[in-house]
């Protein structure tokens, strides 16, 4: 291990890859740590990796961001290049995404920002990173910054020849490369652009776009086919944010972003948009127009539904109980009926027998047949013949008519009944009284079944009214915040600024109105300007 380079000591072997070798490092004389990268000592046999490397150095020494690994010294020791460079605390994003953490949706953008402007200074400089993967992209302690690390086959743009790729020897890692970097074609800032792309849809959806398990097929995917739609794996990605994305993957240069300013602009209005959708959510008294109108919709659904089960429940109750006093009052008839005879030559064992053998039916509570003084002569209950009559409570009359009195009583178990006393006569004569009794638990029993299933429909047509307005209202609620934000920027003395999304609906009317209002605004600051136009 080399343990001094000129004024630097070296301390400790911090990391390592297939070309070269990182250190921590020392400078005595500004009392500073580095990094320490060097070449592999077989790797300084072939002339390809030791040109490759100097260009590193060359390429990254020029540049100068805060998004990007600064470069301060070059140099060779026993014939090895090495580079000092800055030592950054932090970890590399495929790290983060190998441990499934994958980052917050902010986050994503926000790294988003950082990778486009950080490679807008390199490319206006005329350099191409040419490998941008989450491995040379390192997230600083601070959970919010980022820096472009290892410009290894960087590739600074010349004025006389045009370099191109070599097909066969494929430069970079093949999953994060542009078709044109496949296919070795000219490569330049917007290949760089579509490994952004690779990278956002890896932050985003924690998938890779492409799954080719052999090299010959994960160059076809990449030069043929499309990658998965985001919406398949991270359905809350917004729609903005996923046109970005497939923008940046394009397959043509010509139909990406054609800076990293033009990115940074696209992806900042994205983060300024979650970030009012935020400050909407946490604003103190603030009600999203889309929660309040799917508040309001299903509010009156749930109202309406509400009275129309309860008259529904009303109806039903009467007209069972209309049913069970009908058919209630023609049984107790023609029980009495039945009996008048037996109760007319008092042969009161045949009318127990008689009351015995109709409580085998089974088709009500209780019966009681009674004589001209009120004794029970026959009676569901044995224990009550010979006696007189004093079983049943006063209940609530429902009907009276010609001789039959019907009421609903509360029985001993706290179900229920309706009792139905009628006259027992011979030629029109009373002779003595019946009285019948027939649970209301069965009728009850459907009309609460009757019920709770209103109530579980109106529930689900309450929640499906709920979903659908919420989806309808919250696409209307995104061309309302385009609109907003869009009225931001020219607030804020972007007068250039144009909705560039086309609908044909009024809301297409309204973006061409807020164009047109914009371009007056301009022309009218450009008039100012420049008086002399005036002449």
Not at 247 to 252: A, E, G, H, M, V
Not at 512 to 531: C, I, Q, T, V, Y
Request: charged share 25%.
């Amino acid at each position: 291990m080399i343990e001094q380079v000129g004024r630097y000591k070296i301390l400790e072997k911090i990391g390592e890859g297939a070309a070269a070798e990182l250190f921590k490092a020392y400078d005595p004389s500004i009392d500073r740590t580095l990094a320490f990268k060097i070449l592999r000592k077989e790797r300084c046999l072939d002339e390809e990796y030791v040109n490759r490397f100097l260009r590193e150095a060359k390429a990254a020494g020029v540049v100068t961001h805060p998004n990007i690994v600064t470069v301060y010294d070059v140099g060779r020791v026993e014939d090895r290049p090495y580079i000092i460079m800055e030592l950054v605390d932090g970890i590399p994003l495929d790290q983060i995404l190998k441990d499934d953490e994958k980052p917050s949706l902010k986050q994503s953008i926000t790294i988003g920002i950082q990778l486009a402007k950080a490679l807008n200074y390199a490319h206006d400089t005329g350099i191409v990173h040419r490998d941008i993967k989450p491995s040379n992209v390192l997230m600083l302690r601070d959970g919010d910054t980022v820096k472009i690390t290892d410009f290894g086959i960087a590739h600074i743009d010349e004025t006389d020849a045009t370099q191109h790729t070599q097909m066969g020897a494929v430069l970079g890692t093949p999953l994060y490369m542009s078709p044109e970097q496949v296919a070795g074609g000219k490569v330049d800032g917007r290949s760089d652009l579509y490994s952004v792309g690779v990278v956002l849809y890896q932050l985003l959806t924690g998938q890779r776009p492409y799954s080719g398990n052999t090299m010959a097929t994960l160059l076809y995917q990449i030069t043929k086919e499309e990658p998965p739609p985001i919406e398949q794996a991270a359905p809350d990605v917004p729609v903005g944010l996923r046109h970005i994305v497939s923008k940046l993957l394009s397959k043509q240069p010509e139909k990406r972003f054609q800076t990293g300013a033009e990115l940074a602009k696209a992806l900042t209005r994205e983060l300024r948009s979650l970030e009012e959708l935020e400050a909407e959510t946490n604003r103190p008294g603030y009600v999203p127009i889309r929660l309040k109108w799917t508040l309001m919709m299903a509010g009156l659904v749930a109202v309406t539904m509400a009275v129309s089960i309860f008259l529904i429940y009303q109806k039903q109750s009467q007209v069972l109980t209309r049913y069970a006093i009908d058919s209630g009052a023609s049984l107790a008839r023609f029980i009495a009926s039945e009996s008048a005879e037996l109760v007319l030559i008092q042969d009161w064992v045949a009318i127990e027998l008689f009351v015995n053998e109709a409580s085998k039916q089974d088709t009500f509570t209780y019966l009681y047949v009674l004589d001209h003084e009120n004794t029970v002569r026959g009676a569901t209950d044995p224990s009550m013949v010979g006696k007189p009559f004093s079983g049943i409570e006063e209940g609530e009359l429902l009907s009276e008519t010609e001789g039959l009195r019907t009421t609903m009583v509360r029985l001993p178990n706290g179900a229920k009944a309706l009792d139905f006393d009628t006259a027992i006569t011979y030629q029109d004569t009373g002779i003595g009284r019946l009285r019948l009794g027939l649970s209301q638990t069965a009728a009850q029993g459907v009309i609460d079944t009757t019920l709770m299933l209103l109530i579980a429909l109106a529930l689900v047509t309450i929640s499906a009214v709920a979903i659908i307005f919420y989806v309808i209202t919250k696409f209307l609620s995104r061309p309302l915040r385009t609109l907003r934000l869009s009225m931001g920027e020219v607030a804020s003395g972007n007068l250039d600024c144009r909705i560039s999304e086309q609908r044909n609906d009024e809301l297409g009317d309204l973006f061409g109105a807020f164009n047109k209002m914009a371009a007056a605004l301009e022309h009218s600051e450009s008039d100012k300007r420049d008086p002399a136009k005036d002449g």
